[in-house]
């Protein structure tokens, strides 16, 4: 029985070494796991993740610097709230300790970017897409660039997240690179299902797809699917190793952006209202004639005389 790290981290550890000990794995390798475990946690006294999900994650982490492979990975709640994010940064950060919020990109511009960022950073970087917009169709010109770019990307020997309601949210083209699945339930508990570990058919990721396009969510229910899970019924924690409150001011911003543009508002044209208003707020009570401030203001007469017709008369009289 392994002690919890937050009742008492130094007894955790023991307990966590003992357990594979115990299982007949070779000392050297536990002694080295439990370093790099002690490098991630000794500083906070606790750990974040599972230690079988720790023993997993740093199995790939290992296998990609070694075998110069690349590892991508979904996180699939179902209504959010899950903590598909919680448990994505926590996982990412466990294999590369250079990961922040900074490369949690919201879209796949601002993924690209990321990943010119990150690999300057460290020789195997982790990036977190998190619920990602769906706007590019496959075909479209923009769409078979972004492709072309992910379908090169796996030289780069990156540890890729992707965080979604819906496996129907995820491109085909990120799909097909996917190695591993977590399913997340509203109870705060995960299962884990990787192709690698799905012997001896590695279908498993497809399957699940399948499966989701006839059954929805409903496929996670499936005893045939259970059965198949490399980790099942796993609790995590609800605390992240980070201060998430700039990340969930940029996350809020960008819904409201592209709340804004879906309803015709784009920033460009917020940004020209709150200016017009500003200027007829600070002109209304004075007396100088339109072209007098339009000059102020660096203006045409017409864009002042069209502030004084929308904001009001009182003023357009006044100026005249």
């Not at 296998?63 to 959010?80: D, L, M, P, S, T």
């Not at 990321?114 to 479209?140: C, G, M, Q, R, W």
């Not at 379908?151 to 591993?180: E, T, Y």
């Not at 100088?288 to 660096?298: D, M, N, S």
Request: glycine share 6%.
């Amino acid at each position: 029985m392994v002690k919890r790290s937050t009742e008492d981290y130094g007894q955790w550890k023991k307990d966590v070494r003992k357990h594979y000990i115990d299982l007949g794995i070779k000392k050297s390798s536990v002694d080295n796991f439990m370093n790099y475990v002690s490098g991630m946690y000794d500083k906070r006294k606790r750990s974040y993740i599972p230690f079988k999900l720790m023993w997993y994650l740093y199995d790939k982490k290992n296998w990609v610097e070694k075998e110069n492979q690349h590892y991508w990975v979904a996180f699939i709640g179902r209504v959010g709230g899950e903590g598909k994010t919680t448990l994505g940064e926590n996982c990412l950060s466990f294999v590369d300790k250079t990961f922040t919020p900074d490369r949690k990109p919201l879209n796949y511009d601002s993924f690209i970017s990321i990943i010119k960022y990150s690999i300057k950073k460290t020789d195997y970087p982790a990036v977190l897409l998190d619920e990602p917009e769906n706007k590019l169709h496959p075909l479209s010109e923009r769409g078979r660039e972004l492709r072309d770019i992910l379908g090169k990307i796996r030289q780069l020997n990156m540890f890729i997240g992707v965080c979604a309601n819906s496996l129907s949210d995820i491109p085909s083209f990120v799909f097909h690179r996917l190695s591993a699945i977590f399913y997340l339930n509203n109870k705060h508990r995960f299962w884990l299902y990787d192709s690698f570990k799905d012997k001896p058919k590695h279908t498993i990721l497809e399957d699940i797809k399948k499966g989701f396009g006839r059954y929805g969510h409903g496929v996670f229910l499936d005893k045939r699917i259970i059965k198949r899970a490399f980790l099942k019924n796993q609790g995590f924690s609800k605390d992240t190793i980070f201060d998430e409150k700039n990340y969930i001011k940029r996350k809020m911003a960008d819904l409201m952006n592209n709340i804004n543009n879906f309803s015709g508002v784009s920033p460009k044209d917020k940004e020209k209202k709150d200016r017009d208003k500003e200027i007829f707020r600070k002109w209304k009570s004075k007396k100088f004639t339109q072209k007098q401030i339009a000059e102020y203001e660096g203006l045409s007469r017409r864009q002042v005389i069209n502030i004084c017709n929308k904001y009001g008369e009182k003023v357009k009289y006044d100026l005249m």
